[in-house]
């Protein structure tokens, strides 16, 4: 692939993406050329009308003229431009627009905690187990409730995401215990899981590879710590992978008030 | 109103100096305060530069001295780097830049630029600049208190601040700033309003007094939501309500004792709603302090002048509608996020009509490079680029990934930092000899200025390259998250620079100092200049001007046609004009 000047952006890894980085492109290109115009007046201004004692200040066309506004009009035209063109629609596929019915999206439960990312997935079922905040211990970090039949075949990991390639995945964002956010530089992704809330992320990951999810809001003294990895592969190893991951026979429940 | 008898100064130290009632005195009392925080919270940051160019290694110089709880072997800790994070903002904002541009400069300079003789309310005035005191001593020493200082971000979301130790004290200082700063705003108004010179319509009023009064609307309508928040969030840790707590946390293995119901975005909300306000708290003064300098240097009125005040009423009122775009990816509804997009969009227009306008005012003028004149021309680009770089901000789409990167860190830096206090620097300038009858140096003024200009930029530009490559604000050890470390080498461009910046300050330290006790003594108008302020004495005797002045004309009174001198001072009575 040839080397193209991006504004410094990590590779691209969404189907979004490309939609982001060009918004990001254009107003930055936009940013350039109105500081350079600017700037180059202002220049003018300052070695045009420096003080020379033979000359005098002229006075005309200062108080009363709206010619200050002219950079305002234009400035808002393009900023109405971005909105209606850009930013409401882009906006609403990102974030209000989630995949469901017949297209079958990859599920699954993203549960942050100080300072790890632990993930649910429904396994063959396609159903999510029951968690209960009461049941959470240390081998069971997400307190997922093994009498519930839909908890049986659930994979829980942490730290590490496997989606496939070309298929879109929902995730369902939540935390045990302070404000984190899900951040994924190649995905242009960014999300706050807050506590209360079950909030929902949708991405098409395009591009197979091994991508970082840091922590993106500040949440304690290992904030910086708080990664983890998402693996983006084909649909075919990604099928392999789950086969791999999902429990070999039904989990043993644990007797009901029994948290260890 | 005032209840001083002028012409009597009150004679024992304590009345006079310290439990002052004078505007002029507690101006100056902000005035030192609050640069003493400033430097305090620049010395945090240089601390946290440290860390962040060379993450785990010991700091050079003071890592030692540090305790060895919070800095094992001079290596800084991630409680210590989050600690000082939070105190870093705070002190910068709450007891820096907002005592400095509103209340040491709006003390000293409003109630002269209106003919005043003192403040509406001397005994609040003196109980707003304590209050101030005590909370801010609070704040600084959280570090040796039990729990230590906050670490939750001087934004304090919910609940991690509910959970972190140390917020209880952050809190309570808090709250006794911003009372401190509702009776300032309180005394601002009725003074601006109520005590104007014979003579001083509204639309007589020079820029400063109109940003002063902008303001003054802002921390009374803004504050008092996060006052509010601030007692409810001590609530929830000292009375164990939750507020902003929701039921089933459990933090690190341990379900959390509350009740539940309460709601971590409540408080972002609360936050945001005055922090947005906050931001043009920072801004307004500064752009006031620029328009003053800008027609005193270029020896012609401003050019629109009327623009600029309604440009200035307009953020006022916007201020207070667009403070979720701080939230795009918080989790609030996306509906939410395209209204605080428009609203967004439209604040820029006033911002970008001042702006045009400081411009504007160049042209044909006649420019005098004095010291403030230097440091009010870089305002204008460098605020500039703090105001584009907003664009990508506050643009829905384009936030979801420049969210909480360094290049917000960037754009708030090059508004405040090159904005806000750039403007504060060339005001200390041109009102200095106002204040103490003696001039600054110009040469070490010039050091000061092109060194620190250029200092600045070198901290924060590489920001922007930084935040474009996808790294996180606070995180104690960038190093730590591999896609960081393409970019790695601009925090220590960074780093050097803000080492850079801080020796720069020395000449400036050294100036005013010199300056107040050594400098050149000059006249009641050193600049020629046009505003009430300089037709008193410098500095003002106790109740300002020996009889009370009356205004004749509009503010910026400079080359008048006809008129003998180039400036034609508001309370010279001129039939020519």
């Known amino acids: 692939m040839s080397y193209a000047f991006n504004w410094g952006l990590p590779p691209a890894a969404a189907s979004f993406a490309p939609e982001i980085d060009s918004g990001i492109a254009l107003i930055h290109w936009a940013m350039l050329i109105i500081f350079v115009l600017w700037g180059a007046f202002f220049t003018y201004l300052l070695i045009r009308y420096r003080h020379r004692a033979d000359v005098g200040v002229s006075l005309d066309d200062t108080t009363h003229s709206l010619k200050s506004l002219v950079p305002d009009v234009i400035v808002m035209i393009f900023e109405i431009g ?117 909030i929902p992320v949708w991405v098409k990951p395009t591009q197979a590879g091994t991508y970082e999810l840091a922590c993106a809001q500040l949440c304690g003294f290992a904030h910086s710590l708080m990664t983890g990895v998402v693996v983006v592969q084909s649909p075919d190893q990604y099928q392999a992978w789950l086969k791999s991951r999902a429990p070999a026979k039904p989990q043993q429940a644990a007797a009901p008030g029994a948290n260890f | 109103m005032s209840d001083d008898q002028h012409g009597h100064a009150p004679r024992s130290f304590w009345r006079r100096y310290v439990f002052a009632t004078d505007h002029k005195v507690i101006g100056l009392q902000y005035f030192f305060t609050s640069w003493v925080f400033l430097l305090i919270g620049f010395t945090m940051v240089l601390l946290m530069r440290w860390e962040l160019a060379y993450p785990g290694t010991p700091i050079p110089f003071v890592g ?84 230590g200082a906050a670490q939750s971000g001087w934004t304090s979301y919910a609940p991690l601040a509910e959970f972190n130790p140390g917020q ?52 009374l309508l803004a504050f ?16 164990h309500t939750s507020f902003f707590i929701p039921a089933g946390l459990v933090v690190l293995g341990t379900k959390v004792a509350a009740s539940g119901g309460g709601s971590p975005l409540l408080w972002e909300h609360l936050f945001w709603f005055l922090g947005h306000p906050e931001v043009y708290v920072l801004l307004l003064p500064a752009m006031g302090i620029v328009c003053e300098i800008i ?47 428009v609203t967004t969009m439209i604040i820029s227009v006033p911002s970008v009509a001042i702006l045009t306008s400081m411009i504007y005012s160049l042209q044909g003028g006649s420019i005098r490079f004095s010291v403030p004149m230097l440091f009010a021309l870089a305002f204008m680009p460098l605020f500039g680029i703090g105001g584009l770089t907003g664009l990508p901000l506050g643009l829905t789409v384009t936030d979801i990934y420049l969210h909480d990167t360094y290049y917000i860190i960037g754009h708030f830096h090059y508004v405040v930092v090159t904005g806000s206090i750039i403007a504060l620097m060339g005001g200390v300038y041109h009102w200095f000899p106002k204040w103490f009858g003696r001039k600054m140096n110009d040469f070490w ?30 995180l104690y050890d960038p190093t730590a998250q591999i896609h960081n470390l393409p970019a790695h080498y601009w925090h220590i461009v960074s780093t050097v620079s803000a080492g850079l910046l801080m020796l720069f300050q020395l000449p400036f330290i050294i100036n005013v100092i010199h300056g107040i006790f050594w400098g050149e003594k000059t006249q009641e108008n050193p600049w020629k200049a046009t505003t009430l302020e300089w037709a008193c004495p410098s500095p003002p005797p106790h109740g300002n001007f020996e009889k009370p002045p009356r205004v004749y004309h509009d503010p910026y009174g400079y080359s008048v046609p006809g008129y003998r001198e180039d400036w034609l001072p508001q309370n010279v009575e001129w039939e020519g004009a």
């Open chain 1, 82 to 198: 971005l909105i209606i063109f850009y930013a409401i629609p882009v906006w609403a596929h990102i974030k209000m627009k989630f995949p469901g019915g017949n297209e079958d999206p990859v599920e699954l439960n993203v549960i942050a905690q100080q300072f790890a990312w632990n993930v649910q997935y429904p396994g063959p079922d396609g159903k999510f187990g029951r968690r209960k905040p009461e049941l959470i211990n240390f081998y069971n970090p997400i307190g997922l409730d093994l009498t519930d039949p839909a908890a049986q075949d659930d994979v829980v990991l942490a730290n590490e995401i496997h989606l496939p390639a070309g298929a879109k995945a929902l995730i369902h964002l939540s935390t045990l215990d302070v404000i984190h956010s899900f951040g994924v530089p190649e995905f242009r992704l960014k999300q706050d899981a807050v506590p209360g809330m079950e």
């Open chain 2, 64 to 147: 030692r001295l540090i305790s060895p709880l919070l800095a094992p072997g001079g290596i800084m800790t991630g409680e210590l780097y989050n600690s000082l994070g939070a105190m870093h903002g705070t002190l910068m904002i709450f007891l820096g830049i907002v005592p400095l541009g509103f209340a040491a400069f709006g003390n000293y300079i409003l109630p002269l630029q209106i003919g005043a003789d003192d403040m509406a309310f001397p005994r609040i005035n003196m109980a707003s600049y304590w209050l101030y005191f005590v909370g801010g001593v609070l704040m600084l020493s959280s570090f040796i208190l039990p729990g």
């Open chain 2, 168 to 219: 209880t004290t952050w809190l309570v200082s808090m709250v006794l700033i911003i009372t401190s700063s509702l009776l300032g705003a309180i005394n601002f108004l009725t003074t601006g309003i109520n005590m104007r010179a014979p003579g001083l319509s509204l639309f007589r009023l020079p820029v400063f007094v109109w940003a002063q009064l902008v303001t003054s609307v802002l921390l």
């Open chain 2, 224 to 239: 008092p939501p996060l006052e509010a928040a601030a007692v409810l969030q001590l609530m929830d840790r000292v009375l």
């Open chain 2, 295 to 341: 027609a005193a240097n270029t020896r012609k009125p401003l050019h629109g002048y009327k623009i600029i005040v309604y440009s200035m009423l307009a953020i006022g009122v916007l201020s207070f509608v667009v403070w979720a775009h701080h939230m795009f990816v918080s989790g609030m509804s996306p509906m939410l996020g395209n209204f605080f997009l």
């Open chain 2, 445 to 474: 003024g010039k050091v000061h200025f092109w060194g620190s200009v250029a200092a600045m930029n070198g901290v924060f530009f590489p920001m922007f390259i930084i935040g474009l490559h996808g790294e996180s604000r606070r």
